[in-house]
T-cell receptor, first 113, second 113 residues
Framework: DAKTTQPTSMDCAEGRAANLPCNHS???????VYWYRQIHSQGPQYIIHGLKNNETNEMASLIITEDRKSSTLILPHATLRDTAVYYC??????????????FGQGTILTVHP | NAGVTQTPKFRVLKTGQSMTLLCAQDMNHEYMYWYRQDPGMGLRLIHY???????AKGEVPDGYNVSRLKKQNFLLGLESAAPSQTSVYFCATYSRDRGYEQYFGPGTRLTVT
């Protein structure tokens, strides 16, 4: 699976959009971009994933660049409860990956009042 | 549905003692995983299972054994605990046919003195 690079930490004001970047310059054609978050040492929680089109769900939006070498997770209206570690993960959709996830250190997002 | 549960939630062991961590799921997922998370780090895969009776090594398997005798349970064993195994252990499940996200348990905090 391709390696990802994320900033160590970011801050965001409550109510504003939080934009979390991720670089995955070695991503290959069949690899998806996944985002998970981990709130205060709980088990990680799935947020969103995408292949090459932008995606949106009730939690967030995912913007993937046309060359797929980077992506941005957008939390449109951040709340204090969004304070967490956010992990960007690239994973193959192929059967031999067996769904395995490779976690980096992630981005610590702190939402301020 | 309980989802993914882990037993116990906390444990303190002395060096050389043994123990078994239990992960149970009620979602009928075929894939199950054990991860460990050290302070300030992302999760690392210890072992995983793609079905009842099958197990495979992950990124950091040394010092651990696993068994999957029943589809709903995945056991992680430490035969002779070492202080380096002090960590938070997370179990996760995944179904290739039912979606794209891994579901994580609440974690087991293990301290080896």
């Amino acid at each position: 699976d391709a390696k990802t690079t994320q900033p160590t930490s970011m801050d965001c004001a409550e109510g504003r959009a939080a934009n979390l970047p991720c670089n995955h310059s070695t991503i290959s054609g069949n690899e998806y971009v996944y985002w998970y978050r981990q709130i205060h040492s709980q088990g990680p929680q799935y947020i969103i994933h995408g292949l090459k089109n932008n995606e949106t769900n009730e939690m967030a939006s995912l913007i993937i660049t046309e060359d797929r070498k980077s992506s941005t997770l957008i939390l449109p209206h951040a709340t204090l409860r969004d304070t967490a570690v956010y992990y960007c993960i690239v994973r193959s959709a192929g059967g031999t990956s067996y769904g395995k996830l490779t976690f980096g250190q992630g981005t610590i997002l702190t939402v301020h009042p | 549905n309980a989802g993914v549960t882990q037993t116990p939630k906390f444990r303190v062991l002395k060096t050389g003692q043994s123990m078994t961590l239990l992960c149970a799921q009620d979602m009928n997922h075929e894939y199950m995983y054990w991860y460990r998370q050290d302070p300030g780090m992302g999760l690392r895969l210890i072992h995983y299972s793609v079905g009842e009776g099958t197990t495979a090594k992950g990124e950091v398997p040394d010092g651990y054994n696993v068994s999957r005798l029943k589809k709903q349970n995945f056991l992680l064993g430490l035969e002779s605990a070492a202080p380096s195994q002090t960590s938070v252990y997370f179990c996760a499940t995944y179904s290739r046919d039912r979606g794209y996200e891994q579901y994580f348990g609440p974690g087991t905090r293990l301290t080896v003195t």
